[in-house]
């Protein structure tokens, strides 16, 4: 999420305060986000800077990856995307966006459909849009059933195991091929 949409979506989630119980919990990425920790509603959100500071809670970005229910990384662009795909190598659902090449690829995917991959149509100009589309799945998912979590959790293994190297490895060294020899 861009840096201006944080209180935007923080907003989002808190006008459903009375909808939820538990805690919402948002670390600062941004000066203007003066409370480190906000507690609102049943479900913990976490807004991660770029390098996130793991000394602050005293474990390694995977270890807090296996604790998470749903991450978001709305990249702009990626090449490939690696923060969904190991999201999903630990069976945590994500959100991500069609300018992600994970994401681009988690698309044509049929466990993506089926809540393993919330993919977003990114363009220049439909920043808001994205916003929305972010805070409406962030919703969804937490007022599903857990019957839906366990599957969402299933699907994100089912397509983690897909994007294996394994399965990508003849299709690069066709293409390194191609490249090099023109066929």
């Given at each position: 999420?861009?840096?201006c949409a944080?209180?935007?979506?923080?907003?989002?989630?808190?006008q459903?305060?009375?909808?939820?119980t538990g805690?919402?919990?948002?670390?600062?990425?941004?000066?203007?986000?003066?409370k480190?920790?906000?507690?609102?509603?049943?479900v913990s959100?976490?807004?991660?800077?770029?390098?996130f500071?793991?000394e602050q809670?005293?474990?390694?970005?995977?270890?807090l990856?296996?604790?998470?229910d749903i991450?978001?990384?709305?990249?702009?662009?990626e090449?490939?995307g690696?923060?969904?795909?190991?999201?999903?190598?630990?069976?945590?659902?994500?959100?991500?966006t069609?300018?992600?090449?994970?994401?681009?690829?988690?698309?044509?995917?049929k466990?993506?459909?089926?809540?393993?991959?919330?993919?977003?149509?990114?363009?220049?100009?439909?920043?808001?849009?994205?916003?929305?589309?972010?805070?409406?799945?962030?919703?969804?998912y937490?007022?599903?059933n857990?019957?839906t979590?366990?599957?969402?959790?299933?699907?994100?293994?089912?397509?983690?195991?897909?994007?294996?190297?394994?399965?990508?490895?003849?299709?690069?060294?066709?293409?390194?091929s191609?490249?090099?020899?023109?066929k």
């Open positions: 999420v861009q840096t944080l209180p935007i979506l923080g907003e989002k989630i808190y459903e305060k009375p909808k939820f805690d919402v919990i948002a670390f600062s990425m941004v000066p203007y986000l003066d480190p920790v906000i507690r609102v509603g049943r959100v976490l807004f991660l800077p770029y390098y500071p793991c809670i005293q474990c390694s970005y995977y270890h990856l296996m604790g998470l991450t978001a990384f709305p990249s702009y662009y090449p490939w690696y923060t969904p795909h190991e999201s999903v190598a630990f069976h945590v659902p994500t959100i991500t069609d300018l992600a090449g994970f994401g681009e690829w988690a698309a044509r995917q466990e993506a459909q089926e809540g393993a991959v919330t993919v977003v149509h990114r363009t220049d100009s439909n920043y808001w849009e994205v916003v929305d589309k972010i805070a409406q799945s962030l919703f969804s937490m007022h599903a857990k019957n979590v366990r599957k969402a959790r299933q699907n994100a293994a089912k397509i983690a195991e897909k994007a294996e190297w394994k399965h990508f490895f003849a299709a690069y060294r066709e293409a390194y191609i490249a090099l020899n023109g």
